[in-house]
């Protein structure tokens, strides 16, 4: 009599674990959008002005690499994260291509944009 029980309690234990982790696999398997790099602006945007050195960090001297991660559904940027050593300039990057930048209406994906503010000595 012990053993059915154990096996039974054994059997639901099973289930209920393989029932937990189903939802897990399907978000596993969810599409993700591409990250594309190296792509010629021109083939994905109608507008991507240079951005503009910010004044205040000109004036400080402040230098520095930005990527901006851009996530775009067809043609409105739809999410914008910035990654930099420098608040400043990471800030001021995301802010000017969210603002002054323009997607093809075809154009669906996740694109980096590498960005270097330097001073000319």
Not at 36 to 45: F, M, N, W
Not at 76 to 84: G, L, T
Request: hydrophobic residues 45%; positive net charge; proline residues 7%.
């Amino acid at each position: 009599m012990i053993k059915i029980q154990i096996t039974r309690s054994l059997l639901a234990i099973a289930t209920i674990v393989l029932l937990w982790s189903v939802p897990v696999m399907l978000q596993a398997t969810e599409l993700r959008p591409l990250v594309v790099t190296g792509i010629a602006l021109d083939k994905v945007t109608v507008s991507h002005p240079t951005p503009e050195y910010p004044r205040v960090a000109l004036q400080l001297g402040i230098d520095g690499n930005v990527r901006v991660t851009v996530k775009v559904q067809n043609g409105n940027i739809v999410e914008a994260s910035a990654s930099s050593d420098e608040p400043m300039l990471r800030y001021e990057a995301q802010q000017w291509i969210v603002r002054c930048w323009k997607f093809k209406p075809e154009v669906s994906g996740v694109f980096t944009v590498p960005i270097t503010y330097k001073r000319h000595a």
